[in-house]
């Protein structure tokens, strides 16, 4: 997903639904984290968010987080139909 154009991924809400499955996971983790402490671990201040994503995605599965399956299959179909692939 990196890779791809990063104005369609915002047009299309998809960067929004993988944001929000990270923060939404990383919370469930870290019981007592506010959004603002999810945001501040994902460094979303860095020119890539999209990198930051998914380090983020590879980090929090690293250490036994888990993530909304209906959410991430909604995120992976819309994906699909844009033609993004993971």
């Known amino acids: ?19 929000e499955l990270t923060v939404q996971a990383y919370l469930a983790a870290h019981p007592g984290a506010s959004r603002s402490d999810a945001y501040r671990w994902l460094r979303y201040e860095d020119p890539d968010p999209i990198a930051r994503l998914a380090d983020g995605v590879s980090r929090l599965r690293g250490g036994g987080a888990t993530f909304d399956a209906e959410a991430v299959d909604k995120a992976c179909a819309e994906a699909s139909k844009l033609g993004y692939s993971n």
Do not use: I, K, N
């Not at 104005?7 to 993988?18: F, P, T």
């Open 1 to 19: 997903m990196a890779a791809q154009d990063f104005a369609s991924l915002v047009e299309a809400g998809l960067l929004r639904d993988v944001e």
